[in-house]
Structure formats: structure tokens, C-alpha cells
């Protein structure tokens, strides 16, 4: 399977969840885990909930993560600030970058919003390797988050 079959194989998986949500919670949390079992090169796949000053940290798959991070700094407050996703290939060069595992060489955050069009969360996903991630990834990623549009309902 390429890139874009195995996203199609976890977006349909994660519609499915979607279609049968019980909850907020528990669909997040099955959509991270669809998104790291279909990837197993992505080393953390996590939602961070957009609080007024901060993020808090919420369902995720991979090693523990920082729980709090301020709206100052780090590519997941840009993204949320900006309202627009972000690549980075090679974190060590992001200014401000928040390291929660140094084992985290590229990331790409993705803006989540509820039917409104207020954002509730991000989307963040790191890998070992740098330059793990494109347009393509964006792409795809970008229409999971448009998906998850109801489950903030
Ligand atoms: N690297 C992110 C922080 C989140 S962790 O990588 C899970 C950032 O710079 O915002």
C-alpha cells in the first residue's frame, strides 16, 4: 500500500468511528490509534485541546507528552494561532519548537474545528525521521479533521 491507500484505509476506518460515536473522547482516541496503526512510523499521533491561554493535552497514542503548552511558543500553538496547518521536516530548526520526546525529528500539526468554525483542537503527529512529511499527508490529514467536524456537537 502507498501513502494515499493507507490514508484512504484509515479514513474510512475513523468515518466508521465517527458514524458511531459515543463520545468526544473515546472517537479522538480511536482516531489516533487508527492513525498509528496504519502508520507505524509515526512515533506520536495526538489531539490537543485549544483552551484560552494554552493547550491541553488530550487523546493520544505514543510515549507520554507534555500535558500543558502555553500559546506562546511551539509549532502546535502556531498552528492553532494561525488557524492553518504546519510541516516542519526538521524540528530542531523551528524556533520555539516544544521538545516533549527528543526522539521527535518532523511533525506536522493540523487545525481541528467544530461545525461552527471554532478551533477545538490540533492535530499533532511526529516522526523519528526528518522530512516524514508532505503536502499529501497535509491533504489527507486535513480531511480527517473536517470529519471530526460533529463529534464536537
Ligand atoms: N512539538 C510540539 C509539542 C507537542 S509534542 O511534540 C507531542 C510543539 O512544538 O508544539
Aim: aromatic share 10%; charged share 25%.
Amino acid at each position: 500500500m502507498n501513502l494515499n491507500d493507507n490514508y484512504r484505509w484509515a479514513t474510512g476506518k475513523i468515518k466508521k468511528k465517527i458514524k458511531d460515536s459515543h463520545s468526544l473522547i473515546s472517537t479522538l482516541a480511536n482516531s489516533t490509534a487508527i492513525l498509528k496503526e496504519s502508520f507505524p512510523g509515526y512515533f506520536w499521533v495526538g489531539f490537543y485541546f485549544v483552551k484560552e491561554d494554552h493547550l491541553s493535552l488530550g487523546p493520544f497514542q505514543g510515549p507520554p507528552a507534555c500535558a500543558r503548552i502555553d500559546l506562546d511558543k511551539g509549532v502546535c500553538a502556531d498552528c492553532a494561532k494561525e488557524k492553518k496547518s504546519i510541516i516542519v521536516l526538521n524540528v530542531h530548526e523551528y524556533p520555539g519548537h516544544v521538545a516533549c520526546d527528543s526522539r521527535s525529528n518532523s511533525e506536522i500539526v493540523i487545525p481541528v474545528f467544530n461545525r461552527s468554525g471554532e478551533l477545538m483542537a490540533v492535530l499533532d503527529i511526529d516522526s523519528e525521521k526528518y522530512d516524514d512529511f508532505s503536502d499529501i499527508d497535509q491533504k489527507h490529514l486535513e480531511e480527517i479533521a473536517e470529519l471530526l467536524k460533529p463529534v464536537w456537537d
